[in-house]
DNA sequence: CATGAATGAGATTTCATTCAT
DNA sequence: TATGAATGAAATCTCATTCAT
């Protein structure tokens, strides 16, 4: 007793109504997880055509092939932090509760997206090679390095940060922080011989990650 | 016999060495570099053989399947970070030049082996799978969080570093330092439009993470 | 994409035939065939592909794998020769004639199906391992057991058949006429001499089986 | 602390001690083991080096390959037993203890080899290909036949045996109603859901045959 | 005579992609 | 638009046999 034994009245569950907007989307959060999970090379397009109840044809006739899906995905998930890095205000805070958000921020979205972190695995493994092949690549750039710039400046002037710190460095060492955190939990939970992924370890970590951040800053 | 009567072996120029160590050694070696650069999935055993010159057949006689190339390949590895982190020898340095040592040690080890990383991003995207199926897993335990421990401590004393810093999350944050920026060079290269890789990329990194990790332990 | 980027399909003479009752059916002959005169270590895969005019890959599609495919024709095999069984009809025939036509019917579907036997005796060599993953063993058993019970309790009754026979016994027993000379006809033939599959040899062994059952249940 | 640890005085355990003889049987014993418990495609020569203690090279060496093994363990198969029925004595028995003797024996010999049942099996399913490329086929002929027809000739005179019996198709009756119960052991048990190879099912088997043969022959 | 590493052909299985309906 | 059967190339894995030592 699937969807497909209803009465024509009630209008089907899964996709496949002929909503080209729906199947679409439907296809996309498939891919996205399938190749978060497994890889480019491990992702199997009967399994994505599974997990959406879309037919195989769709994914050739919206995407080209598994890799023009696997580009908009890469796309999507990137469009998707850097929207919500742009959503982050900080507002006028002072330098410290500015650089306390912006920090929070970046472990809050890892911790809520850690599919985006295999995706980058996964790309960096292919040396970014179909990262190169997206036409917005300038896009992409995150506008938080623009936001440490600032913090960094008023932080300086008054006094409270130290001189002489690389925004793009700072930006790079934020995401370290929490990004191979995150990205090595499987194999870091493995060999400590205990679970990285609980709320606590993680509330733990995001703590350690504003300390350690904050006390390097320090004037 | 049968359908599987086979004509016989032409002798080839390739090391029929007979020498089952080095055998054993040139498969490991091909295969650590297919399976880091081209990740479990991607890695061919083909492409092992090839380049390891050595008939593909022997890759199933040392070593069981794929997978259990794989295995061997992640474990050795993981002791050879092991067996370099237990050469360090901070000696009777001082706590600040201990932790300098230490850190640097950390990000040349990266710098020197990007392969291991790729085995870790691989291994992750498993969830630690393969990690689990070691035999020895407690003897991959870093001894690096024990100096730690103990550079830290000595530090408090000589009041050098400031208190409650947890020697395991500072250890995962060294870390995380090097092998982030390492591991996503290609896709950081890319969306800032310059190489993460040059030798002077590098160093500026090194003294960042230095500079950060005790600019954050100063007392 | 990558290494398993494929050329276009190109169209075919064979039975592209988008009827998939048929193609597994076409299969499942094939197979039959190939299992039963090569057994199952014998047995190729691409053989039953070709015989069946029918692409490998289905195959796969269909059973899974070779075992798979292997299970689906032993179960059938069984399958047909049960309902072949339940067909026969001894009504009201007086016990001996009824026995009569029982053991002509065993020896009949045996020289009919003489690749059920093959099967057998793959099976048996494999110790049942796969028979005994078959869901449904209770519905294999053989509705002759019932209908020998029936007429030996008739005969004795009817002061024309023996008392004390073990209806189970008496079952492998008459099989075991028939099955044995045909199972070993080949290597009988080669030992003999001559060629134990001729008409006339048959019509004999069949004249002989009945000879032998009856005259032993004879009261 | 296998043979090899013993002191030299002590002649070596396993064969490679340079006896031609010993390595030849150990090669013929393990092979027989192998070649009727996987069949002649399921046979591995490795397992058969492996099983006899033996190295590989001397299988070639001895029996020039893997068919060329098969075909000496067949032979020496039918070998053994036709002389074992040579070394059957009937003496001057009367024709029904005659009778009873040979069947016995020859439920006997299946009993206690059934191995020999298997490579039968796998004989015929290769439709005696094998066996007819052994050069003394005419000395695999079993002397019961010659038994049987002195047998029958002498109950026939003292009027306890019916007439018309034909010795060959008896021989054949009487290996069938071992051999197949024996042979096809394995999936009977499946079906009948009892063991067939319990010393109590075999004891009951044995009679049964008795039974039946002297049951159609009685006058 | 003895060893066991090495070989190459071929077996099973997988997968992205296409096509008839 | 939608379906899912069909395709062929290539992947992993197996095995009888040979050869250097």
Same mark, same amino acid.
């Given at each position: 007793m699937d969807a497909r034994t209803r009465k024509p009245a009630?209008?089907?569950? +899964?996709?496949?109504?002929?909503?080209? +907007?729906r199947t679409r989307a439907a296809i996309l959060a498939a891919? *996205?997880?399938? %190749?978060?999970?497994?890889?480019?090379?491990?992702?199997?397009?009967?399994? @994505?055509?599974?997990?959406?109840?879309?037919?195989?044809?769709? @994914?050739?006739?919206? %995407?080209?092939d598994k890799e023009g899906l696997y580009l908009t995905v890469l796309e999507a998930s990137y469009a998707a932090i850097r929207t919500a890095e742009h959503?982050?205000?900080?507002?006028?805070?002072p330098p410290i509760e500015?650089?306390?958000?912006?920090v929070r921020f970046t472990w809050g979205y890892v911790v809520a997206h850690p599919e985006f972190l295999?995706?980058?695995? *996964?790309?960096n493994l292919h040396r970014a090679a179909n990262l190169k092949k997206l036409p917005h690549i300038r896009e992409l750039h995150s506008p938080l390095t623009g936001m440490l710039s600032e913090l960094l400046a008023r932080g300086v002037k008054q006094k409270v940060f130290r001189t002489g710190v690389?925004?793009?460095?700072?930006?790079?060492?934020?995401?370290?922080?929490? %990004?191979f955190y995150m990205s090595n939990r499987h194999t870091l939970s493995t060999i400590f011989g205990h679970d990285l992924d609980m709320p606590r370890a993680l509330a733990d970590r995001g703590d350690h990650i504003v300390e350690i951040v904050l006390g390097y800053l320090r004037a």
């Amino acid at each position: 007793m699937d969807a497909r034994t209803r009465k024509p009245a009630v209008p089907k569950a +899964g996709p496949a109504l002929r909503d080209p +907007g729906r199947t679409r989307a439907a296809i996309l959060a498939a891919a *996205t997880g399938e %190749f978060s999970s497994k890889g480019l090379d491990g992702a199997r397009v009967d399994e @994505i055509a599974r997990r959406s109840g879309v037919n195989k044809r769709m @994914i050739y006739h919206y %995407f080209g092939d598994k890799e023009g899906l696997y580009l908009t995905v890469l796309e999507a998930s990137y469009a998707a932090i850097r929207t919500a890095e742009h959503e982050l205000r900080l507002g006028d805070l002072p330098p410290i509760e500015g650089m306390r958000a912006l920090v929070r921020f970046t472990w809050g979205y890892v911790v809520a997206h850690p599919e985006f972190l295999n995706l980058l695995a *996964t790309e960096n493994l292919h040396r970014a090679a179909n990262l190169k092949k997206l036409p917005h690549i300038r896009e992409l750039h995150s506008p938080l390095t623009g936001m440490l710039s600032e913090l960094l400046a008023r932080g300086v002037k008054q006094k409270v940060f130290r001189t002489g710190v690389d925004p793009v460095q700072l930006y790079i060492s934020i995401a370290a922080l929490g %990004f191979f955190y995150m990205s090595n939990r499987h194999t870091l939970s493995t060999i400590f011989g205990h679970d990285l992924d609980m709320p606590r370890a993680l509330a733990d970590r995001g703590d350690h990650i504003v300390e350690i951040v904050l006390g390097y800053l320090r004037a």
